[in-house]
């Protein structure tokens, strides 16, 4: 949608209306003095007119800009103001919000969420150490770059146009949801605030809808004050019961009683995932050599914290039916340590004889196949590419069509040993599609890729597995 020129300073060309909210619109626009497309938020006409409004508005955007920048927070490049509307100029990121693929897809898997978590509590933990408060936490408000990664946007643009409580303005329609107990009784907000309104959004990217969902927003806002926090267990597909006591402290009533930090929070969750998948046990093989240390940034990171909750997450999946055991293996490198997870199997009773033999079999070809990835893996950490390939190539029969990270990661560890050994080829190329198919675009497989037929090919976001899903999005 074409917009006036006159809306914006000469300096942003050919801006197109993007999004329209509480606050006034934002247009996506090209920045001609630097070269690079931007978003630019306009405040309201009504809002702009009131002195106050404004002042509010311009002093949150310099509050803002100065934790902008950091890692998961939307960078502010200019705030200023034209023909008596402030306006905020930041990064523009393709990939749309949480909302956009909540509203699109509903619940979001485990993994996923705990990632897109992590990232959003590493922003609000930075901004929060630094006195900045965002008061409008909500997946609207998370927006995605090309890698699927998140970044909070709009550090106290809610208290600058008088929306952080109810009793400042009656027209709230879309945030109330969010709002802490304290917000909605018209109290100031803090950081426990945003920690509350992190445990909505997490809540409704689980199991696809807010804990005390309502069609009247004030119906909603008085439901934080006083209604019971409801079991997620019982509303998401597939949750397990360990998750309950967490979100009952995250929307705790009272702000002293819930977590400290955002990354406590998560924590917590990833804690709750992992009681729900059973025990585990932990086995650490010889230290790898130094020629392996100075070789592993070549090799696929199992992104530590993360996808370690991820390997946690198949085995609590793996498990949950009937009592199976498909023995995941999660392989994560801390330093020079590997650390090998094993979820142990759970007393149950005994199926028909021939239902165990099928699962035995089938727990045998995955453990026998993730315990050859791991060794082509360290194999390959340790400069032995040539001596990590029959091990991956055994692994890459045992583990095809399992569709879990230990397939993804074999696949690209079997591509890189081929390279290294035997060069480029057709084989190479296959590998990496399929291990992008099961976890997404990754630097490490553009790279490998780049190196052997040109620039990267799309393919499915992170989390979608064989190709199935919305396309990633791109751009940020």
């Not at 001609?32 to 002093?59: E, H, M, P, Q, Y």
């Not at 509903?106 to 008061?135: F, I, M, N, S, T």
């Not at 999660?330 to 590997?338: D, F, N, P, R």
């Not at 055994?394 to 879990?404: C, D, E, N, P, V």
Request: proline share 7%.
């Amino acid at each position: 949608m074409p917009a006036e020129t006159t809306l914006l300073p000469e300096r942003y060309r050919d801006p197109r209306l993007v999004a329209r909210g509480a606050m006034g619109e934002v247009y996506c626009a090209t920045d001609t003095s630097l070269g690079r497309v931007v978003a630019i938020k306009l405040l309201d006409v009504r809002d702009a007119a009131d002195d106050n409004v404004r002042a509010r508005f311009t002093r949150e955007a310099h509050a803002a800009a100065r934790v902008s920048g950091e890692s998961g927070i939307v960078t502010i490049f200019d705030v200023g103001e034209w023909n008596e509307r402030p306006f905020i100029v930041m990064e523009y990121l393709r990939g749309g919000s949480l909302q956009d693929l909540l509203s699109r897809e509903g619940a979001q898997p485990p993994a996923r969420v705990l990632a897109w978590l992590e990232q959003a509590a590493h922003a609000l933990d930075y901004a929060h150490e630094r006195g900045v408060v965002h008061r409008d936490v909500k997946p609207a408000n998370l927006l995605l770059d090309r890698e699927g990664r998140v970044h909070v946007a709009d550090f106290g643009v809610a208290s600058a146009v008088g929306l952080e409580t109810l009793t400042l303005t009656g027209s709230i329609i879309g945030t109330a949801g969010y709002l802490s107990p304290e917000q909605a009784e018209g109290r100031e907000a803090t950081a426990a605030s945003d920690l509350y309104a992190l445990g909505v959004v997490a809540f409704e990217l689980l199991t696809g809808e807010r804990p005390f969902a309502s069609r009247s927003p004030t119906a909603e806002a008085a439901a934080h004050v006083s209604a019971p926090v409801p079991a997620i267990s019982q509303r998401g597909r597939g949750l397990p019961r360990s998750l309950d006591p967490v979100f009952a402290r995250a929307l705790a009533k009272d702000p002293a009683r819930r977590y400290a930090t955002a990354a406590d929070f998560v924590a917590a969750l990833r804690h709750g995932f992992a009681q729900g998948a059973g025990p585990t046990r932990v086995v650490a093989p010889p230290p790898a050599r130094a020629a392996a240390r100075r070789r592993s940034p070549l090799v696929l990171p199992l992104l530590l914290g993360a996808l370690l909750v991820a390997g946690v997450l198949a085995a609590y999946f793996a498990t949950r039916g009937g009592g199976r055991v498909g023995a995941p293996i999660t392989v994560t490198q801390h330093g020079t340590t590997i650390h090998e997870t094993v979820t142990a199997q759970a007393p149950t009773t005994a199926p028909p004889a021939e239902t165990t033999g099928a699962a035995t079999t089938q727990t045998t070809t995955q453990t026998s196949g993730a315990s050859a990835a791991q060794q082509g893996f360290a194999k390959l950490q340790a400069g032995d590419p040539a001596g990590a390939v029959p091990l991956l190539e055994q692994a890459a029969q045992q583990l095809q069509g399992t569709g879990g990270l230990s397939e993804a990661y074999n696949d690209y560890n079997l591509a890189l040993a081929l390279v290294e050994t035997q060069g480029c080829s057709d084989q190479v190329l296959q590998l990496l599609d399929a291990s992008q198919a099961i976890q997404g675009h990754r630097p490490q497989i553009d790279q490998l890729r780049h190196q052997c037929s040109g620039p990267p090919r799309p393919g499915p976001g992170p989390g979608k597995e064989h190709g199935k899903g919305p396309k990633d999005k791109g751009g940020g």
